[in-house]
Nanobody, 114 residues
Framework: QVQLVESGGGLVQAGGSLRLSCAASGSMFSINAMGWYRQAPGKQRELVALISRGGSINYADSVKGRFTISRDNAKNTVSLQMNSLKPEDTAVYYC????????WGQGTQVTVSS
């Protein structure tokens, strides 16, 4: 079992920055990758950024150059630094951990005003 707790969402103006953090606990040895997904109203949940156990990183095209994912294995945390935020980044952001199954955090709201 893996538990994920997110923090750091909020309201920001377009062009601003936010940092999301996710603290993981439980069966850490079983985690193959961690990342962030988001879901906007009326849309499907989509991948934002993913970092593997070995450090390989993937970003959605829409956030490349603006968002940075990082992982602190010693602290069992994964963070998402979001810069140059746009109104279309508004969504609920979910922390995700992949083992032999998917684990999700409770979600944190990010709202970007124009």
């Amino acid at each position: 079992q893996v538990q994920l707790v997110e923090s750091g969402g909020g309201l920001v103006q377009a062009g601003g920055s936010l940092r999301l953090s996710c603290a993981a606990s439980g069966s850490m040895f079983s985690i193959n990758a961690m990342g962030w997904y988001r879901q906007a109203p009326g849309k499907q949940r989509e991948l934002v950024a993913l970092i593997s156990r070995g450090g390989s990183i993937n970003y959605a095209d829409s956030v490349k150059g603006r968002f940075t994912i990082s992982r602190d294995n010693a602290k069992n945390t994964v963070s998402l630094q979001m810069n140059s935020l746009k109104p279309e980044d508004t969504a609920v952001y979910y922390c995700h951990a992949l083992t032999i199954r998917n684990y999700w955090g409770q979600g944190t709201q990010v709202t970007v005003s124009s």
